[in-house]
């Protein structure tokens, strides 16, 4: 029995895909092929690399429990300066440097190559230039997921084959497309949420910015899903954090307990049906 699954992008809201892979791990499953977009793809560069679940949990609370540990891991345990995360181009061009995040995220034992991963694991990003989704299945691992995580005008991604690459959402952001060839089963997890405002009388740019691409996410995602449905599509209950909320991991952890249980009920109905 072959399980094809897709991990879509959403910010600090695709922590909750952790919890959904904890399911795979407690019924003794392991996908047959992983595709990943924005957060997903570099969550799921860690579990198709071999980690656990549990190890992946516990290296996102080890850098996201708090403020405090956050700064100590990087600057402290990884060494690294603020000039290595911002890139400045100008007075109006501050970014955060994609690779060296997602460096900072990734343990350093994990495959640098994403052929070299125990899961077969695909990166969904987009090419900015040719206007098109691109499917990135070898190569380096960081560069890859850098280019997928790419928020426009808050993270920037290096150049691949001298072409800007953006988040994959802008073009699929729940990519179970990729995973359906030879598979019995085919599971999504949605977790990009909807726009969210922080209260104030007027928002702000970013906010107006960020939740424009969340409509356009969700739009896309539906689209492809009345085209040519998944078996199973999961969407955890995570749409009151926002995109940046990584500091509530527990909460998000928290939030899609009731999604866990529903995607291992689910799991669970199609084994019996095979």
């Given at each position: 029995?072959?399980i094809?699954?897709a991990?879509?992008?959403g910010?600090?809201?695709?922590l909750?895909h ?5 399911v ?31 190890e ?10 708090n403020?405090?540990?956050?700064a100590r891991?990087?600057?402290g345990?990884r ?6 995360i911002?890139?400045l181009?100008?007075?109006t061009?501050?970014h ?5 995040l ?16 125990k899961?077969p ?26 280019a997928?995580i790419a ?5 920037v ?22 995973v359906?060839?030879g ?8 977790v990009?949420g909807k726009?969210?405002?922080?209260g ?5 740019n970013?906010?107006?910015?960020v ?6 996410f ?12 998944p ?12 995109s940046g909320?990584f ?9 899609a307990s ?10 669970e109905?199609?084994l019996?049906?095979?």
């Amino acid at each position: 029995m072959k399980i094809g699954l897709a991990l879509g992008g959403g910010g600090a809201r695709g922590l909750a895909h952790i919890p959904m892979l904890e399911v795979f791990d407690e019924m003794g499953l392991k996908p047959a092929v992983i595709a990943g977009c924005s957060m997903g793809a570099l969550i799921g560069a860690a579990y198709a690399s071999g980690m656990t679940a549990k190890e992946i949990r516990e290296q996102a609370e080890k850098i996201l429990g708090n403020r405090i540990d956050a700064a100590r891991y990087v600057f402290g345990t990884r060494k690294s300066r603020l000039r290595d995360i911002l890139s400045l181009k100008g007075l109006t061009t501050l970014h955060l440097h994609g690779e060296k995040l997602v460096d900072l995220a990734l343990p350093d034992h994990l495959p640098k190559n994403i052929e070299d991963t125990k899961i077969p694991f695909h990166v969904v990003t987009t090419d900015f230039e040719l206007m098109e989704e691109r499917l990135i299945s070898s190569g380096n691992m960081v560069q890859a997921v850098a280019a997928s995580i790419a928020i426009p005008g808050v993270i920037v991604a290096p150049q691949i084959e001298g072409h800007i690459h953006v988040d994959g959402g802008v073009t699929n952001p729940v990519p179970f497309d990729h995973v359906r060839e030879g598979m019995d089963i085919v599971v999504a997890i949605d977790v990009t949420g909807k726009p969210k405002l922080s209260g104030r009388k007027h928002a702000t740019n970013m906010e107006l910015a960020v939740g424009a691409m969340l409509i356009m996410f969700n739009q896309l995602a539906d689209l492809r899903r009345a085209a040519a449905p998944p078996d199973i599509y999961i969407s955890p209950k995570v749409d009151q954090f926002g995109s940046g909320d990584f500091f509530k991991l527990r909460e998000i952890f928290e939030s899609a307990s009731a999604s866990k249980d529903q995607l291992k009920r689910a799991i669970e109905l199609r084994l019996k049906g095979l």
